[in-house]
């Protein structure tokens, strides 16, 4: 959360809502092109936040809630075309690398870490540079390298194209242990961002978005590369992140469906996202311009617990 971390939300998300486990992104910067390239003024941020961190797993082991631990913005950032500078430049991934290091260190043996999640929606669109590891085989790299200092806490893998369903089309399985694959759903954009970077003209689900009927049937055909995946290597799958924005007519729907088809194979998941920005918020209505939590709970709030309401908790 950019908000750092507030006991009273890890309260409220597991002892009230019961939900049991939640993405921690270390995160800043999103969408600036050009950041976090100074390293000696990013690892003053960095350590920063590994110490929030440690407060909320703390607290995340008290109120029965694993953490998935997400290294949101990495050194380097991304340049003008989205790609990530530590899948170009030696530099930036090495040192990407050895903060893993610092993390798996630092946090081996919590009983509130859940996994690993390497890499935010990984972007390349041009091979990496002689002696530079692509997007998978950086992650393979920087793998390995917490298995020499964690061998049991499982390590999440993402695929390119901004860990979409599609980039599982390519997606080759790892050579390391205890590994968990993440898929993000946000298809289709027209529907699950309408408003979000630009002026809002309402898109309903289900209904005709992109010239074709998008209802379970089509959220299903959208992640068939993910399952084929799934079957074929026998592994396990994290929906990491799936959302609409809250005006999105139909966002309930949208969210209902695409639970019921993760539950069907079998995946972890986690809604994006809580108590961040308010676009995505399950607490406010429907209404872009009110920016306060409705007084009522929302149907996708009602949707949500209804889920959480079926967790197992973790052990203390």
Not at 113 to 124: F, K, S
Not at 165 to 179: H, T
Request: glycine fraction near 8%; hydrophobic fraction near 35%.
């Amino acid at each position: 959360s950019p908000n750092g971390f507030r006991d009273g939300d890890m309260r409220t998300l597991g002892t009230e809502w019961k939900a049991n486990v939640i993405r921690w992104q270390l995160t800043r910067n999103w969408g600036k092109p050009g950041t976090d390239r100074d390293l000696a003024e990013y690892d003053r941020w960095f350590d920063a936040e590994l110490d929030d961190l440690a407060k909320a797993l703390d607290a995340c082991r008290k109120y029965g809630i694993k953490v998935v631990v997400d290294m949101h913005s990495p050194p380097g950032g991304r340049y003008e075309n989205h790609d990530l500078a530590i899948f170009n430049e030696s530099v930036y991934q090495d040192h990407w690398v050895s903060n893993w290091e610092k993390t798996a260190r630092r946090f081996k043996g919590h009983p509130a870490v859940w996994g690993y999640d390497l890499i935010n929606e990984p972007v390349q669109n041009a091979p990496s540079p002689p002696g530079v590891a692509d997007y998978l085989g950086a992650q393979v790299r920087a793998a390995k390298a917490i298995r020499k200092i964690d061998a049991d806490t499982p390590i999440i893998i993402e695929a390119a194209e901004w860990d979409s369903a599609a980039g599982f089309k390519d997606l080759e399985p790892v050579d390391v242990p205890k590994v968990i694959y993440q898929v993000h759903m946000y298809e289709p954009g027209e529907f699950t961002h309408q408003g979000v970077n630009g002026p809002w003209k309402p898109v309903t689900y289900p209904g005709v978005i992109r010239g074709q009927n998008w209802n379970k049937a089509r959220i299903r055909k959208t992640l068939q590369p993910v399952r084929d995946f799934q079957l074929a290597c026998n592994v396990h799958i994290y929906a990491g992140e799936f959302s609409a924005a809250r005006w999105a007519p139909g966002a309930a729907d949208y969210l209902k469906d695409a639970i019921e088809v993760f539950e069907e194979y079998g995946w972890d998941w986690s809604y994006h996202a809580y108590r961040e920005w308010d676009g995505w918020s399950i607490e406010h209505g429907p209404d872009p311009n009110d920016h306060q939590p409705a007084k009522e709970p929302t149907d996708r709030k009602k949707l949500l617990l209804g889920w959480f309401a079926k967790n197992r908790r973790p052990r203390p």
